[in-house]
């Protein structure tokens, strides 16, 4: 919201450092402290609130040493880390990049196994929580989903040298010079990159 925000007070108003938050590692170090300040912030009372709810994990006792001290331990702690990525990302990224939208996509659906997960244990009395096979299945389901999406979406693309996508006999949506002069192309293509 913010970096929409900016972008539009720099098009129209041409607001002094607006344009910085063009920059992906201004945005990064942005989202860094907002993530810290909201775990440091939210974290201890999201913490203290489990706790007075009772919202804990409850231990067999097995007899070894140290086991009792986990017992109580809040769970649906997850809440806390969802919320130090999630915010930031929504205040900060640039919401139509498509590996934006596939990072939030599966940190929703892992947080909701997740969820799934401590419900059953907290509020079922089930300390087993959701069987194996279903995280498994929700894992492989995601897994899926992301690789579609990899694999389909126009604007997912790998930077490559135009040689080398050419020798491949990968499609080259588009090419360019780069500071050296030598020809760059965006491929699609199913190798793995790091965008």
Same mark, same amino acid.
């Given at each position: 919201?913010?970096?929409?925000?900016?972008?539009?007070?720099?098009?129209?108003?041409?607001?002094?450092?607006?344009?910085?938050?063009?920059?992906?590692?201004?945005?990064?170090?942005?989202?860094? /402290?907002?993530?810290?300040?909201?775990?440091?912030?939210?974290?201890?009372?999201?913490?203290?609130?489990?706790?007075?709810?009772?919202?804990?994990?409850?231990?067999?006792?097995?007899?070894?040493?140290?086991?009792?001290?986990?017992?109580?331990?809040?769970?649906?702690?997850?809440?806390?880390? /969802?919320?130090?990525?999630?915010?930031?990302?929504?205040?900060?990224? +640039?919401?139509?990049?498509?590996?934006?939208?596939?990072?939030?996509?599966?940190?929703?659906?892992?947080?909701? /196994?997740?969820?799934?997960?401590?419900?059953?244990?907290?509020?079922?009395?089930?300390?087993?929580?959701?069987?194996?096979?279903?995280?498994? *299945?929700?894992?492989?389901?995601?897994?899926?989903?992301?690789?579609?999406?990899? *694999?389909?979406?126009?604007?997912?693309?790998?930077?490559?040298?135009?040689?080398?996508?050419?020798?491949?006999?990968?499609?080259? *949506?588009?090419?360019?010079?780069?500071? +050296?002069?030598?020809?760059?192309?965006?491929?699609?293509?199913?190798?793995?990159?790091?965008?």
């Amino acid at each position: 919201m913010l970096y929409y925000l900016f972008d539009y007070l720099e098009q129209t108003s041409r607001l002094s450092g607006a344009g910085l938050w063009q920059f992906i590692t201004f945005r990064a170090g942005i989202a860094i /402290i907002i993530s810290l300040l909201i775990s440091l912030v939210f974290g201890g009372r999201i913490i203290k609130k489990l706790r007075s709810m009772q919202i804990g994990e409850s231990i067999r006792d097995l007899g070894l040493a140290g086991q009792k001290e986990k017992e109580g331990t809040p769970t649906m702690g997850g809440v806390i880390i /969802i919320m130090a990525i999630v915010i930031p990302c929504l205040l900060v990224a +640039d919401l139509s990049n498509i590996y934006i939208q596939t990072m939030l996509l599966a940190t929703f659906w892992m947080g909701a /196994i997740g969820g799934l997960d401590d419900y059953i244990k907290v509020f079922r009395k089930n300390k087993k929580g959701l069987k194996g096979k279903y995280k498994v *299945l929700g894992q492989i389901g995601l897994g899926i989903l992301v690789a579609l999406i990899m *694999l389909k979406h126009d604007d997912v693309h790998v930077r490559m040298s135009l040689a080398d996508a050419e020798a491949n006999g990968y499609e080259v *949506l588009k090419s360019f010079p780069n500071q +050296d002069g030598e020809q760059v192309a965006l491929a699609k293509t199913t190798l793995t990159n790091v965008p």
